[in-house]
């Protein structure tokens, strides 16, 4: 019979606002990557990134939803519990900056996803319209290399008729399996709440893995403690007095 595992729930609600940074050098600088467990939301600039945030922690305005480039150019970081975060990582694809921009934006994503440590998750956020297209995969792509299981929410999924929504996110998954990594793909409306428990539960997830993983470190490291003082003698203990008789 299969273990089903129960993950503590998360208070997203508690969500708030913590720093900004424009790369991970400054991200590390200010939260060193053992302060605590990050999971990532990325997308393009009109996937819906910043309302699917405002939905998950149930605030209007913690994650601006502004149509032109803005607070978005940085990695923003939100903290739910203590050493529990969410990132906003920058919008990509918009057309109406320069390129030098643009290309700054792709290698603040590319370091962050490959070389932050405490980044154990990833929200890819796709206008069901229009998904899996060259920078989504690019990400996903890189998340993979990393070896970081990915989320793909299929966005603002009540544009579409029920049996369009369906057909869709088959052919999707479909697609998502050619990336040959851990990559779930489901569907997402921050207008009628579609996907969110479905975002919840995968979120408190990867926090709580993270943090069974290390109580069993934590308790096999003790183990090997007990068993060295066992196995070893105090010079001052009966024994070895008479051993050095």
Known sequence: MRHIVEFPKIHFQKAHFLISAPDIRHL?????????????????????????????????????????????????????????RLIDLPGYGFAKVPLAMKLKWQKSLGEYLQERESLKGLVVLMDIRHPFKDLDQQLIFWAIDANIPVLALLTKADKL???????????????????????????FSSLKGFGVDILERKIAQWYGEHDLLNATSEEEQDEEVEDEDEDGIELDSPLATQASE
């Open 161 to 187: 008729k029920q049996g369009a929504r369906k057909a869709t996110l088959l052919q999707m998954r479909e697609e998502a399996e050619n990336f040959e990594g851990d990559v779930q793909v489901e569907l």
């Open 28 to 84: 590390d600088k200010h939260l060193p990557v053992e302060s605590g467990i990050e999971v990532a939301f990325a997308g393009r600039s009109n996937a819906g990134k910043s309302s699917a945030l405002n939905r998950l922690t149930r605030q209007k305005s913690l994650a601006r939803t502004s149509k032109t480039p803005g607070r978005t150019q940085l990695i923003n970081v939100f903290e739910v519990e203590e050493g529990k």
